[in-house]
């Protein structure tokens, strides 16, 4: 959430980098669609005040109880492309209907809908690196990715929220569009106070449990 205590450390790193952050969404709560604009693209939204104003319902406290205007979000795009650079939250495979990319056949179908030389996506919550090389596809094991000037990559970050990879810590990446590098991280954070968080908010108990274990 671009208002929790690690956002606003992050937020103060001097970095020509650009943070990507990977989740979803509207699985949460629409403050969580606005975090992660702000961090592709700032302008999209505007000041929170205003986005809250337009889409969010509030009860006698002033607290949101609902939300409005939906159709206005729907109409807005599946991806968003940043010069050589695709992010989407599911696969550039027809967007709308909420591919994984979880298979080889998947990474091809990805590549060969993405015009660009290097995708990110998500949804899975899994990380995946990549890189289309001579014609061949290779997976990167390590945190840095390169990407060559005739070489293509399809990444995906992992999850901020709820990493379904067997580890709990925070995933996220620094991109480097100008070295065309990517530097994965893990962040340690509170797991207990997030499933608290869920199980106060009223979500399904799985949702909380599952944070210990990374799935």
Not at 14 to 27: I, M, N, W
Not at 172 to 189: I, N
Request: with cysteine.
């Amino acid at each position: 959430n671009w208002r929790t205590r690690t956002s606003s450390v992050v937020k103060r790193i001097p970095s020509r980098h650009a943070f990507v952050l990977t989740g979803t969404p509207l699985e949460n709560r629409l403050d969580d669609l606005y975090s992660l604009m702000q961090v592709v693209d700032p302008h999209v939204f505007g000041p929170l005040w205003r986005f809250n104003e337009r889409f969010t319902t509030l009860d006698d406290a002033g607290r949101p109880s609902g939300y409005r205007n939906l159709d206005a979000l729907r109409a807005l795009p599946y991806d968003i492309v940043d010069g050589d650079t695709r992010f989407v939250h599911a696969s550039p495979d027809h967007p709308p209907d909420w591919h994984y990319i979880l298979t080889e056949q998947e990474a091809w179908n990805a590549f060969e809908a993405c015009p660009e030389s290097v995708c990110f996506v998500g949804h899975s919550h899994v990380p995946l690196r990549v890189v289309l090389r001579r014609g061949r596809l290779v997976v990167v094991d390590g945190d840095v990715v390169e990407v060559g000037e005739e070489e293509r990559a399809l990444l995906n970050v992992g999850s901020v929220g709820q990493p379904r990879d067997g580890d709990p810590r925070a995933a996220y990446a620094l991109w480097d569009p100008g070295a065309r590098r990517m530097v994965a991280r893990r962040l340690e954070y509170d797991l207990a106070k997030a499933a608290r968080k869920i199980e106060e908010a009223g979500l399904p108990p799985i949702l909380a449990k599952r944070l210990s274990i990374g799935q």
